[in-house]
């Protein structure tokens, strides 16, 4: 709402006295936000400082001289301890009361800190808020933005809207914030505080006596209810409906029958609509199954309260906890060794599980530091896949399967063993997607198992395998592939796994035990695994043969279910071949010139027609769209804004200070373009038939390639990916208002279109505010996910689906802590799972690489990729999310009931560890255990078929 618009609504017929009065500042302070000094106060310091999202300047002001007044213009004044570079500020009201305090900048004794209205004590809002909770649009918070008009002397001021002043007159605010909008220039703005009285702060305010201000708006009845969707596992909730009466605010309180009063804080109270619409008005955190008086008034810009409306209702019950899943217990060990035969022994373990080639150790049960020491543990004996004597693998219709076989040698001298696997009974059992040995790679000193080599028909591997080069290598893993069929019949099927070795000869039988579930995972995935990449997946020249690669890459995302989504515009602008189709013209007159190569190119994932086996026919979940802030049109010529600065950050320091708003720095031919080429997408997609596929308008590129490094080549003056400081909040919202203006089109020929959505990669999705509201479908965020778990549950409840993206685990980790990374992941509230970068190079077969899950297979002579085992935990997580899925549909579960379960069993305590905001990062557990994994899954399905 504008502010003439708000000033119609709360300040009705501007007249009498024009009064200037000057406030004083009575408290100040600086919140320090960055991570190591969010617990400081600056209560006492002479200079406070504003920068960026790192410094917030906090002010309380003495407004005894304007109490009753109708404000019209107010300006703050600021003085400078220093020369700045502010250009445009925030200023903010605060929906939680605060302390000044008396710290020195250090780590706080007392006051407010950045995670502390009042130290130690004090919460901003809830347990584990902080001041953002409160201020800048949250807790229902106003933010106004105003550039800064210097002064003379190091003075400068920017103007105050009065809105923001009869918020603090209301009781709508305990000061206000401001914040430094133009913090890419990475400066320390310092500002005298009122330690300084010659140079204190201080509000510049002109008005007078509102004198009549007529009869206050009458508040209607308001009608209360229990809110059981507003409940948690030991809150209640009520929701109010009444019609909005108009006012500045409302005042609210709560009390439960028979005890004292309590006001609901501001930050949970929302704001008024306008006049006469109906709104609804949550109240949780109440008492369960309590009965409570509740009132309401609305209360105007001068602080004038209208009737209340008191009503009585009784809270909702709390959440109800899942039903306990059935008890399983792990397999135990047998009590003796695998069969030795000829020197060999056989034994099988989860697939997820890292067996040291060398002591045949199991890194999941003995931990890192006994991983390559003396020989110890009973998984030879038994464990979650094995009994001692044989396999035992549980699987769902529709299901990929992974099973390690080990072989061990008591001697290292090298034998040639030959692999068969044989089915026992005339019930068909799956044939096998393929057998494979597992390549070993070092990491910090010790081997793990990390690719899968194939093993043709007929083929012996050698052990100890040489082209691997393990030094004492005495183990060989096997990993076994298998779908099962979505028709396959419930019930059991047996084989057996024949070991063949020579010199001395031996031959070992593995029996395998398949047992089908009468469960169906869902061949279309319920919970995404974006297996992000960049370019081309392989350096080929020949765009035909460079098709065939590119294929077997998508397909194995695929069978794994995951979408392997590449980006094909670099930072510089530089397509991809075939990623974007060619166009011509300019403006609204902007076409596609030919659509044959990008068909050819990505026809085949739409539609499904690349894709076999259980998943046959079904297309990619999601793609990128070429659309970019260098495509369809080039920046050069038409934005009008920039610089040739060749010095980095200054440059950027230069644009944000000189730049005008996005939208007025680019010339209306590049909007139209980009509406256009949109449109036609859409018209295209329409015309194939392509319409199971979501189509993500994605901008990924950072100014930081307009570097020396990076030789200046970045299109992009913004963080567009991971986006921080509001120009760039601002460029994100721009080019989602032109993509969906380009979607808002529609023909009679499209009753029907396929699903195109907004996506964002949001490190920082706290300091989003309101810019992107309605404007994002898609936001992937990283550690956020559990660090702000209040505003990402905000964030689902409008709509927006969210994907948690990190880094795969390190090579030396537990392959576990891809499964865990699933199962945290959708329990935390996220559709998805985003590995950013999933393709490596030759070098990964020497080199731990935690991004290369998949690479080149040339070496094996194979035309698509080697998988990384840590991509097979992927699929593994995001089919015990499916399980999940289906229970949550059979039992009407939420989020947060399936996390309460899965905490039964798992307990699941990982912490995301990034270096920076910047930084992936990824999720970390402690001692995982595969049997507590393989409980989870065998009670979930003992769950769903018992109903």
């Known amino acids: 709402m504008g502010l003439i618009s708000l000033a119609a609504l709360f300040f009705p017929g501007l007249m009498g006295q024009n009064n200037a009065v000057r406030l004083p500042v009575i408290a100040d302070t600086s919140l320090q936000a960055y991570a190591e000094e969010v617990n400081c106060n600056s209560g006492a310091v002479a200079n406070l400082r504003i920068k960026g999202n790192e410094h917030y300047l906090l002010l309380k002001f003495d407004l005894a001289a304007i109490t009753g007044w109708q404000v019209r213009r107010a300006r703050l004044y600021l003085h400078d301890s220093h020369p700045n570079m502010l250009r445009t500020l925030g200023l903010s009201t605060v929906a939680a009361d605060w302390t000044e305090g008396t710290g020195d900048g250090g780590p706080a004794q007392d006051g407010c800190t950045f995670t502390r209205a009042n130290w130690p004590d004090g919460l901003w809002a809830w347990p584990g808020s902080d001041f953002l909770d409160v201020a800048l649009t949250g807790g229902n918070t106003i933010v106004r933005y105003a550039d800064i008009q210097p002064g003379a002397d190091g003075w400068f001021s920017v103007e105050v809207d009065p809105v923001l002043i009869h918020a603090m007159l209301s009781g709508a605010s305990h000061g206000l914030c401001v914040s430094d909008e133009k913090g890419q220039t990475r400066h320390n703005n310092d500002v005298h505080s009122r330690e300084q009285s010659s140079f204190a702060p201080y509000l510049e305010v002109e008005g007078g006596p509102a004198g009549e201000l007529g009869p206050l708006p009458e508040l209607g009845p308001v009608v209360a209810e229990p809110w059981p969707a507003g409940a948690s596992f030991e809150t209640g909730a009520v929701r109010l409906r009444l019609h909005s009466p108009g006012t500045f605010r409302y005042a609210i309180a709560c009390r439960p029958v028979g005890e004292a009063e309590l006001q609901l804080p501001l930050y949970q109270v929302p704001r008024p609509v306008e006049a006469g619409r109906e709104q609804s008005v949550p109240v949780t955190g109440l008492r369960p199954d309590a009965d409570y008086q509740i009132t309401i008034s609305g209360v105007d810009a001068f602080g004038r309260r209208t009737n209340s409306q008191a009503v009585s209702v009784r809270s909702s019950s709390v959440k109800r906890r899942p039903e306990p899943l059935p008890g399983i217990t792990a397999v135990a060990p047998s009590g003796s060794e695998p069969v030795l035969a000829g020197g060999l022994r056989v034994w099988a373990c989860p697939a997820e599980c890292k067996v040291s080639p060398v002591t045949g150790n199991v890194l999941e049960e003995v931990g890192a530091e006994a991983y390559e020491g003396e020989p110890t543990g009973q998984y030879r004996r038994g464990n979650p896949v094995w009994d001692g004597g044989r396999a035992l693998v549980r699987a769902a219709r529709g299901e990929l399967i992974a099973l390690q076989v080990i072989v061990e040698s008591e001697t290292p001298t090298p034998r040639q063993v030959a692999v068969r696997l044989e089915a026992n009974d005339s019930e068909a059992f799956p044939a096998p997607l393929g057998i494979y040995r597992n390549w070993y790679v070092r990491d910090g000193g010790q081997w793990y198992a990390e690719y899968l080599a194939p093993l043709g028909e007929g083929d012996t ?91 077997q890459y998508y397909a194995w995302a695929h069978r794994l279910r ?108 590049y909007k139209e373009a980009f509406r256009t080429i949109t449109r036609q997408f859409v018209e295209h997609f329409h015309d194939r038939g392509w319409n199971q596929t979501s189509m993500q308008c994605y901008q990924n590129n950072k100014y930081y390639y307009k570097s020396e490094e990076s030789d200046f080549r970045g299109t992009s003056w913004w963080l567009l990916d991971e986006p921080s400081h509001r120009d760039d909040w601002l460029a994100l919202a721009f080019f989602s208002r032109l993509f969906h203006e380009g979607l808002s089109y529609r023909s009679p020929l499209l009753p029907e279109q396929a699903c195109f959505e907004y996506r964002g990669d949001i490190s920082r999705p706290h300091l989003q505010r309101d810019w992107l509201d309605s404007l994002i479908d898609v936001m992937c965020v990283s550690g956020a996910l559990f660090e702000h778990p209040e505003q990402c549950r905000a964030f689902r409840a409008q709509g927006v689906r969210l994907w948690h993206y990190g880094e795969a685990n390190p090579v030396a980790a537990s392959n576990l802590n891809g499964v865990a990374w699933a199962l945290q992941a959708y329990c935390g509230g996220a559709d998805g799972i985003l ?87 990824n999720l970390r557990f402690d001692r995982l255990r595969p049997e507590d994994f393989a409980a989870l899954r065998h009670a979930v399905a003992v769950a769903l078929t018992e109903g």
């Open 562 to 669: 995951g979408t392997l989504n590449s980006l094909g515009y670099s930072h510089s602008g530089r397509m991809s071949r075939g990623y974007a189709p060619p166009v011509e013209g300019e403006g609204a007159a902007m076409r596609v010139a030919d659509w044959s190569e990008w068909d050819e190119h990505f026809g085949p994932y739409l539609d499904g027609s690349a894709f076999t086996g259980v998943r046959a026919g079904i297309p990619v979940t999601h793609m990128y769209l070429p659309l970019h802030e260098a495509w369809p049109s080039p920046m050069a010529g038409h934005y009008s804004a920039g610089n040739d600065l060749r010095k980095y950050p200054d440059n950027i320091a230069l644009h944000a200070l000189t730049a005008p708003p996005i939208e007025q720095a680019f010339d209306e031919a």
């Open 461 to 551: 591997l050698s052990l100890p395998a040489e082209d691997n080069a393990v030094a004492g290598q005495r183990n060989q893993g096997l990993t076994l592939l298998w779908e099962v069929p979505l028709d396959a019949t419930p019930g059991s099927r047996s084989a057996s796994l024949r070991v063949t070795a020579g010199e001395p000869d031996a031959t070992l039988t593995l029996p395998l035990e398949l047992e089908i579930l009468p469960l169906t995972i869902p061949p279309h995935t319920t919970f995404e695994l974006d297996l992000n990449c960049y370019g081309e997946v392989q350096s080929v020249n020949d765009w035909a043969e460079y098709l065939q690669v590119e294929r």
């Open 835 to 921: 590995p950013w970068q999933v393709i490596g190079g030759e070098s990964a077969y020497t080199q731990p690489t935690p991004t290369a899950l998949l690479i080149p297979g040339t070496r094996f002579g194979l035309t698509g990729p080697v998988v990384s085992l840590r991509l097979l935990a992927l699929c593994r997580g995001q089919q015990d999310v499916e399980y999940l899925n289906l229970l949550c549909q059979q039992r009407g579960y939420d989020r947060d009931q399936i996390a309460a379960l899965v905490a039964q069993t798992l307990g699941l305590t990982g912490r995301q560890v990034q270096a920076s905001a910047e930084d992936a990062g």
